[in-house]
């Protein structure tokens, strides 16, 4: 059973930025395309980035676009979100997900990922 387990959440001021990541455990990492989502409360889960297996593509939600990045390292086994210029709706938890697709994919959507993270909690606020 794949285990996937982030850590980096925290409080951070808006305009802040903050390095969340992600480690695999229990399988190997070059068979999932990796990927971030969050969940604020009330709402839905809801696509961050994702990366494929072999880290040559990325692709973000809309609200990422320029202020994330995601990142991988497939000898150590993990994934980064590092996240700029932070803003109060970036408040959520954030979970790390692997997908197990061919290689080239970036799946966004939550029922493409077979295994998920416990959750990491961001607080953006003053």
């Known amino acids: 059973q794949a285990q996937l387990m982030e850590t980096g959440g925290g409080l951070v001021q808006p305009g802040g930025s903050l390095r969340l990541s992600c480690s695999l455990g229990?399988?190997?990492?070059?068979?999932?395309?990796m990927g971030w989502f969050r969940r604020a409360p009330g709402e839905e889960r809801e696509f961050v980035a994702v990366i494929s297996r072999a880290g040559t593509r990325r692709d973000y939600g809309g609200f990422a676009k320029g202020r994330f990045l995601i990142s991988r390292d497939n000898v150590k086994g993990t994934v980064d979100l590092q996240m700029n210029n932070l803003k109060s709706e970036d408040t959520a938890v954030y979970y790390c997900?692997?997908?197990?697709?061919?290689?080239?994919?970036?799946?966004?959507?939550?029922?493409?990922?077979?295994?998920w993270g416990q959750g990491t909690q961001v607080t953006v606020s003053s």
């Open positions: 229990g399988r190997a990492i070059t068979d999932y395309a």
């Open positions: 997900a692997a997908a197990n697709t061919v290689t080239g994919a970036t799946p966004s959507s939550v029922g493409q990922f077979h295994f």
